[in-house]
């Protein structure tokens, strides 16, 4: 017996100073967290490539709206349509859009001369609006008489990830920005009923 408790003392010997197949044991535990990493990845890109859209659908949304003195129905259909443009190829569906005309006061109040959604909810003709405090008449550079007028533009997506390891359930990528009319002091929307400034 003797020789067999050799031979059995060998061979464990032999296979803890084996290295044939380290690397295949620990290609095994690190694959699943490579993975997921690979998933996060994928979900992670596809909502920095999306809030990007929604930004840039944000600046289309202001930029176009601010260019005009008077929009009709027909033509707010196609300011709000041109965001589903710039947020192609991803669908406009889970996209909020609205756009808003406010009235600064000089006391610094303002409240909501006219607004329109697509997929949400308008804010209300003459409800009060907290704007930046960068907008107040003591540091408005763009007001030089008042009313003073702004327009909002607003863009929400609901982003749904694909594989949930980036974000479970999903995140709400969202902007907003601020600008004066162009072309006159206000923007006319006659089918709210504003057709002076």
């Known amino acids: 017996m003797p020789g067999l408790k050799s031979r059995i003392a060998n061979t464990g010997r032999l296979?803890?100073?084996?290295?044939?197949?380290?690397?295949?044991?620990?290609?095994?535990?690190?694959?699943?967290?490579?993975?997921?990493?690979?998933?996060?990845?994928?979900?992670g890109g596809r909502a920095?490539?999306?809030?990007?859209?929604?930004?840039?659908?944000?600046?289309?949304l202001a930029a176009v709206t601010n260019q005009y003195t008077v929009i009709q129905s027909s033509d707010m259909t196609s300011i709000v349509g041109a965001t589903s443009v710039v947020l192609a190829p991803y669908s406009n569906t889970p996209a909020i859009v609205r756009i808003s005309q406010l009235s600064m006061n000089s006391a610094g109040q303002v409240t909501v001369n006219w607004s329109y959604a697509l997929?949400?909810?308008?804010?209300?003709?003459?409800?009060?609006?907290?704007?930046?405090?960068?907008?107040?008449p003591s540091n408005n550079a763009t007001c030089s008489s008042y009313p003073c007028y702004l327009i909002?533009?607003?863009?929400?997506?609901?982003?749904?990830?694909?594989?949930?390891?980036f974000a479970s359930g999903g995140i709400t990528l969202s902007d907003n920005l601020y600008v004066t009319p162009r072309s006159s002091n206000c923007v006319l929307y006659p089918p709210q009923n504003?057709?002076?400034c």
């Open 15 to 43: 296979f803890a100073a084996s290295t044939h197949g380290i690397a295949a044991v620990e290609f095994a535990m690190v694959i699943p967290l490579l993975l997921l990493l690979l998933l996060a990845t994928f979900d």
């Open 48 to 60: 920095i490539a999306l809030y990007m859209k929604v930004r840039s659908a944000t600046y289309t």
């Open 119 to 136: 997929n949400g909810t308008a804010l209300s003709q003459g409800s009060t609006v907290t704007v930046p405090a960068s907008f107040a």
């Open 152 to 165: 909002l533009a607003q863009v929400s997506y609901a982003f749904s990830p694909t594989f949930n390891y």
């Open 194 to 196: 504003v057709t002076s």
